[in-house]
């Protein structure tokens, strides 16, 4: 299918080609329509992912509540590391578990996100010592071959209060549901990515 212009200042008659392009990638898609949320470290076992975080539902705040230990170290220039646990089968039990967070949490108590490589700076120390730092379609692939998503248990916010959980999901019906705007825009989701979940944690 072609891209459709949506250019505002031109009229029907206008044939010149429309100067402005789809985003033709995920990546683009997320940098255009979406905004970043965090830049940091994915870790399983002794590999490390660099990953950037794009909100594409749910609350700002309490993404930044939760997360707020992480972005401290971001605002700080010091590698921010999310450890990588646990992991849920993606049974359909559970994926209805995760569901039913995700409507207690609603309109804005959960965040659903989108996970692209972030850049890979080869110079720069890892996160913690004797981590190797990988490309996150390694983490995709690992994901995916065990039909498994990533678990990260985030700490309480507050004295008293409850945590929170986040899951990673690689590509597939569960996640695909929250890129429908992006499969729209795209066309394809080739580009190797992860949907993030983050709800109260309920237990």
Known sequence: TSAICLCTHRTPTDSAPCPRRD???????????????????????????????????GGASFFSTVMKDSLK?????????????????????????????????????????LALQGPVDRQAPAPEPGLQVRLLRHLVTYLRNKEAAGVVSLPAAKEGGPGAMLY????????????????????????????????????
Not at 168 to 196: C, W
């Open 23 to 57: 985003p033709g990638s995920l990546s683009e898609f997320a940098q255009a329509s979406l905004s970043k949320t965090w830049h940091g470290f994915f870790a399983l076992k002794n590999s490390s992912f660099p990953t950037d975080l794009y909100l594409l539902e």
């Open 168 to 203: 990673a999901f690689p590509p597939g019906d569960f996640s695909q549901q929250y890129l429908q705007a992006a499969k729209r825009t795209v066309g394809n989701l080739d580009e190797e990515h992860m949907v993030i979940v983050i709800v109260t944690d309920t237990n």
């Open 73 to 113: 170290l971001q605002s700080q220039n010091q590698p921010s590391q999310l450890k990588i646990a646990q992991r849920l089968r993606m049974d359909q039990t559970r994926l209805d578990e995760v569901s039913r967070r995700i409507k207690l949490g609603r309109p804005d108590g959960f965040a659903i996100l």
